[in-house]
């Protein structure tokens, strides 16, 4: 006779052959705010995000990640936003204006360490071809970086302007490619394959109904823990385990999006709370890890429009901050662990093998942890 599935590992089953796995998948959830319906960055009306995944023979293992903000003119409507610095050890190209004047005009670019010249040229010939640009004369390009080194051939640079190009052009709503894709393909986090990852909250509408979404880029070190259970300790693979300090080392790049008015004031203390999520997960922003928080607002009102005389935006009160920073810290979380669910064991550079997180362990002990209340 026929062993018969249980209907959990039977939608599990059907879930890995139709989609990617993410955590959700396995009845694990975090926070108590209700994710979106694509639970990803996409969520807040108006984001589009592209890859452009690189792999080939034994060493091209790497890529691009486009987040387009909106769907107009970013130079002619630029988003207000602003930039955390977690730890500072990463060559995000564009930091110093959007420190200075508190706005992004192109898309946000994620790639490897060793592209990011090829980023910034591609997002300046996408800027001055877009219709009404053709009197300008300075573009603040935003890219994000993280080493994929360890997979990737990196000193090939691999990645071209039209590449990325490819990326924005294939940027859209909806669900969201996640794991060793795009930006992701060749990174590594806590021991594991990393990649890229994506969540979002919704708040209610009492407290306003807006979104927070969270993008991640996640090739950071530390002690994984999953739903506050200590993964890494329990599979025995953690930084410091052997006291070698390099272990630690990585770079972790993190978008956060929401429609609510915010202007950069505002949004640099949201960006600080995804600091936070990355906290919850176990990492623990190394002396080489470029941690870094791009966060932006896309509510309409308060896109900038620098033709005009003045500017008026709208803002929430400080008092109603609070739940957005909780928003911001559960989808950071979220995603960086989605970036772990989904991606794949990787052979890359120099024979090197990355497994990927054995998800049955790892959700059997959060399982176990959770039922004896050991957690």
Not at 15 to 21: D, E, H, N, P
Not at 137 to 164: F, Q, W
Not at 326 to 355: D, M, P, Q, Y
């Amino acid at each position: 006779m026929k062993k018969l599935i249980p209907l959990a590992l039977l939608l599990i089953l059907t879930s890995a052959a139709t989609s990617q796995i993410r955590m959700r998948d396995f009845g694990i959830e975090t926070g108590i705010f209700k994710p979106g319906k694509f639970n990803a960055i996409t969520d807040v009306p108006g984001v589009r995000v592209g890859h452009k995944t690189l792999i080939a023979g034994d060493d091209m293992r790497t890529g691009v990640t486009a987040i387009i903000p909106h769907e107009g003119n970013l130079f002619q409507k630029k988003t207000p936003a602003a930039i955390y610095v977690g730890n500072g050890f990463g060559k995000l190209a564009g930091y110093t204006q959007v420190k200075e004047l508190g706005n992004i005009e192109t898309p946000v670019i994620l790639t490897n360490t060793l592209s990011v010249s090829a980023a910034l040229d591609a997002l300046i010939t996408y800027t001055l071809k877009q219709e009404g640009n053709s009197a300008i004369g300075s573009v603040n390009g935003v890219v994000g970086e993280t080493n994929d080194g360890g997979l990737n051939n990196i000193r090939a640079r691999y990645v071209k302007p039209e590449h990325v190009i490819e990326a924005i052009d294939a940027a859209k709503t909806g669900p969201v490619e996640e794991g060793g894709v795009g930006a992701g393909t060749g990174t590594i986090c806590f021991g594991f394959k990393g990649g890229i990852g994506t969540s979002s909250r919704v708040l209610p509408a009492s407290l306003g109904g807006y979104t927070v979404g969270v993008l991640v880029q996640s090739n950071f070190g530390g002690v994984l823990e999953i739903a506050g259970v200590q993964i890494g300790k329990i599979l025995g693979k953690y930084d410091f385990k052997r006291d070698v300090d390099k272990d630690a080392d990585g770079s972790c790049m993190m978008v956060v999006i929401t429609d609510a008015p915010l202007t950069s004031r505002n949004l640099e203390r949201l960006a600080k709370r995804a600091m936070m999520g990355l906290a919850k997960t176990g990492g623990i922003a190394s002396n080489g890890s470029g941690d870094y928080v791009i966060a932006l607002s896309v509510a309409k009102e308060n896109l900038i429009d620098e033709k005009t005389l003045f500017y008026s935006p709208v803002e929430l009160h400080n008092h109603s901050m609070s739940s957005l920073f909780l928003a911001t810290i559960e989808a950071t979380e979220e995603a960086l662990i989605n970036s772990l669910f989904a991606a794949k064991t990787t052979k890359g550079f120099n024979g090197r093998v990355v497994e990927e997180l054995p998800k049955e362990i790892v959700v059997k002990e959060i399982k176990r942890a959770l039922t004896r209340g050991s957690y």
